[in-house]
């Protein structure tokens, strides 16, 4: 049996193997769902989100403090911020006058690392 190369690797099969496909078709998610998984994912699609997300699994930050680390304006900072705060991945508190962003949940550190461990595979 030859190994798939970049010019074959499609199924040359005529056959449909029914228990697969139903087993697979009986796991599938309603399109709704799909939607916001995929809506979800593209949040990560963004390097400033993604670099203000790690900064902030290491530490709360403030507005101030993301745009000193990122080299961007404040403004910049905001705008990416109410993205992540609209995705449900960063939460706030206020004391006083500032504002401190950390992340939502350990699942958004989880997806993070979960990331990073892929991407580095050898």
Known sequence: MSTPT???????CDVI??????????????DNTINKLADFFKVF???TRVRILW???KNE??????AYL?????????HQLKVLRTSNL???RKEGKNVFYSLADDHVKD????GLEHINEE
């Open 6 to 12: 970049e010019k074959n690797i499609g199924c040359d």
């Open 17 to 30: 193997h029914t228990d697969v496909v139903e087993n697979a078709k009986s796991h599938l998610l309603e």
């Open 45 to 47: 699609g963004d390097s």
């Open 55 to 57: 900064a902030l699994d």
């Open 61 to 66: 930050m403030c507005v101030c403090d993301l």
């Open 70 to 78: 990122l080299d961007m304006t404040k403004s910049a900072v905001s």
């Open 90 to 92: 960063v939460s706030w």
């Open 111 to 114: 997806i993070l690392e979960k």
